[in-house]
């Protein structure tokens, strides 16, 4: 059974961290100074859980942005990603934000698409990594 926790960097850092570094700096190689910067301290965070064991986090930052988005190699394929982002749509609806947008690694673009977000611009580098902008309007958005 996977739970949701939702809070601030202070609240979750231990456990996003161990996640964002497990995946981000160890699996697919970012410099560990490009992972963290001072938009975590800002951000609302969220952490999967599978009982007290933590398995997938993301952010929101205050322009509406969503990102560091991780599940853990074992756990992926199992909706675990899309159990975060919906929280993360949820809580954006509840705060009556207008839209969500994100820079999604390409090979994930149909995922966030099947979640309503589309295509913005071009494909550019970051981290070595192809990524694309995403933007989805709340507003207009229901699950």
Not at 65 to 73: F, N, Q
Not at 107 to 117: M, V
Request: include cysteine; aromatic fraction near 8%.
């Amino acid at each position: 059974m996977f739970s949701v926790k939702q809070g601030s960097w202070d609240q979750l850092q231990q456990d996003a961290k161990l996640i964002r570094e497990l995946v981000f700096i160890s699996e697919q190689n970012i410099p560990e100074q490009d992972e963290w910067d001072d938009q975590d301290a800002i951000s609302q965070h969220f952490v999967v859980y599978e009982q007290k064991q933590p398995i997938a986090t993301a952010r929101l930052l205050v322009n509406n942005s969503v990102g560091r988005v991780a599940v853990l190699k074992t756990y992926r394929g199992q909706g675990i990603g899309r159990l975060i982002m919906l929280e993360i749509i949820a809580y954006a609806q509840a705060q009556k934000r207008p839209s969500l947008q994100l820079s999604s690694q390409v090979h994930a673009i149909s995922f966030y698409e099947k979640l309503g977000f589309s295509i913005q611009g071009d494909e550019y580098d970051e981290c070595g990594i192809p990524h694309i902008e995403m933007v989805m309007p709340i507003g207009l958005h229901s699950l």
